[in-house]
């Protein structure tokens, strides 16, 4: 059976820490790198709900996008979310593993794929950060073309595609031709995505002020929500580990959401 190492491994051989942003935290949170696995959990986020969900179903392991932990901990204790996630995972012999940036980053990752829900063709990487031990270019936001077409039209596809309960967007009277995609939290990318000549930008957590200057400035805007842009990426993490360790049942969260509600 296989140990969290040999798990670890396999996945920051496809998204490799080194591509992290500098504030990120990446890696394993919680466990023993020689503990053996046979049931793994892959969910976005790591919340109290994946965690009880992998321990009704007996997964040693939870891997998610998203970290438990982004500044350093002093104290863990009940008093504190995280600090009663850490207490909930350690009383159930649950570890918890994350790759955050560094699978936006990654070639394949969380934008590639995003890129590929929504259709885009000759897809480029804006402002590539370096290359992979391929000689692949990495780095955040996505950029490619679609089919022309009227922003209301490429919204509800973009609805329909990501399973969004709704989106926001604002129109900067272009028809939708060149396209830029950030999974998350991409809305600092704007100057970079005008500049690269997009017309269209898919991200999620935009401000009130994105929205009036995207559309005096010439760019469609879309926020399709953080959930909806970076969740398709689970099935890419647990294809990869069925695939490279098949002696591992690996399951997807089936009760996790994002907990947004729209009337």
């Known amino acids: 059976m296989a140990t969290i190492r040999e798990i670890y491994n396999v996945l ?34 790591p919340m109290p709900d994946v965690f009880e969900e992998a321990k009704a179903r007996s997964c040693e392991l939870v891997v998610t996008h998203h970290p438990l932990l982004f500044q350093g901990v002093k104290q863990v204790n ?75 039209g490429f919204a509800s596809f973009v609805k329909q595609a990501l399973s969004c309960p709704g989106v926001r967007f604002a129109d900067a009277g272009k028809s939708v031709r060149k396209v830029a995609v950030g999974g998350g939290s ?7 995505v005008l500049a690269a000549g997009c017309d269209t930008l898919v991200t999620a957590d935009l401000k009130y002020n994105h929205f009036e200057e995207a559309k005096y400035r ?20 647990a294809r990869i580990l069925r695939e490279a360790l098949p002696e591992l049942t690996v399951l997807r969260a089936q009760d996790h959401k994002d907990e947004t509600q729209f009337l």
Not at 26 to 37: K, Q
Not at 186 to 192: F, L, N, S, W
Not at 218 to 234: I, R
Request: with cysteine; proline share 4%.
């Open 186 to 192: 991409c809305g600092g990318a704007i100057d970079e």
């Open 218 to 237: 010439g760019l469609n805007l879309l926020d399709a929500g953080h959930f909806e842009t970076e969740n398709p990426v689970c099935a890419v993490l």
């Open 78 to 152: 009940s008093d504190t979310y995280a600090g009663n996630c850490l207490l909930y995972l350690i009383e159930n012999s649950i570890a918890a593993m994350n790759l955050h940036t560094n699978l936006d980053c990654c070639p394949g990752g969380v934008n590639d794929v995003l890129a590929a829900k929504l259709g885009l063709e000759h897809v480029e990487i804006l402002h590539p950060m370096g290359t992979d031990r391929q000689g692949r270019p990495y780095g955040l936001v996505r950029m490619g073309t679609v089919p022309e077409q009227s922003l209301a």
């Open 12 to 45: 920051f051989d496809f998204a490799p820490a080194d591509m992290k942003l500098d504030w990120d935290n990446v890696g394993l949170a919680c466990g023993h790198f020689d503990a053996e696995v046979h049931k793994i959990l892959v969910a976005l986020d």
